[in-house]
């Protein structure tokens, strides 16, 4: 399984785009900024989405995607998310005033677009894929996700702050590869990052120190403005492994169980 970062920041103004992984060629986590610096050949591949939440940053490029694709595919793009994320869906973008219907469109019968709810706890197989909901605590609903090859996994936890729900999850996975994790502000900013549910780098270590596996660390969501100073303040981490800032265009390779 290959997974390429599209994008990773936690907003615009630099140079690694908003929230999008593309996994293989024909799923993508989240669908941000990211999605746009894709060929449109690669767009039209593309035939699964899992959203971890709705937040713009997230999805903004969900409704161009669709755009982009409907009539140039045989079948539906699959969206997957949370069912209170499709609802936020259904009356928010695609209710006609802020983008077309595409549950609809091009016709009733052949849409472009077919929203699935996952619900928490659940495991989705897409092809040989095996992906796992982790639990996210967030200001609306969200989860992260689990990619596991069947020798080693990934976790993608998208916005969330530190909780025993997603430490019971990852402590679960033995197989437990690679970890990324969002830190979008500084420590100077932890008030604000309480209220917007996210992540400080101390907030992090906190979480790291707690679990006894040990993936290799990779920290996502940084807020443009705040680069400079979320990064010093993970390079004085003293734990077992090195946090490492996650790229635009860095690539994944999951190894299957030998």
């Known amino acids: 399984m290959k997974i390429r970062v599209l994008g990773c920041s936690g907003g615009i103004g630099g140079e690694n785009r908003t929230t999008a992984l593309l996994v293989d060629d024909d799923v993508l986590i989240d669908c941000g900024t990211g999605v746009g610096e894709l060929p449109l050949q690669s767009l039209v591949r593309i035939d699964h989405v899992l959203l971890t939440h709705t937040h713009l940053d997230h999805v903004a490029m969900l409704p161009m995607l669709l755009d982009t694709v409907a009539d140039l595919r045989q079948g539906p793009v699959r969206v997957y998310g949370l069912p209170e ?31 699935l709810p996952l619900q928490p706890g659940e495991n989705l197989q897409l092809g040989t894929r095996r992906i796992r909901l982790v639990p996210a605590l967030h200001t609306v609903p969200a989860t992260g996700y689990c990619l596991d090859a069947g020798g080693e ?13 997603l430490r019971r999850a990852l402590e679960a996975i033995s197989e437990l590869r690679y970890l990324l994790i969002e830190a979008a502000l500084p420590d100077s900013s932890l008030a604000l990052a309480q209220s917007a549910g996210h992540l400080t780098p101390s907030g992090l270590f906190a979480l790291l120190e707690a679990l006894t596996v040990r993936p290799e660390v990779f920290v996502t969501h940084l807020k443009p403005g705040h680069v400079r100073e979320i990064t010093a303040q993970l390079a004085s981490a003293r734990l077992p492994q ?15 169980a030998s």
């Not at 090195?242 to 299957?256: I, K, P, Y």
């Open 85 to 115: 994320s499709l609802e936020a869906l259904r009356r928010h973008v695609f209710n006609w005033q802020m983008w077309p219907d595409f549950t609809v469109l091009p016709e009733a019968d052949n849409p472009g677009l077919l929203l």
């Open 153 to 165: 996994a990934l976790v993608f936890t998208g916005d969330t702050v530190d909780n025993p729900a």
């Open 242 to 256: 090195t946090l490492r800032s996650l790229a635009r265009d860095q690539v994944f390779v999951l190894n299957t």
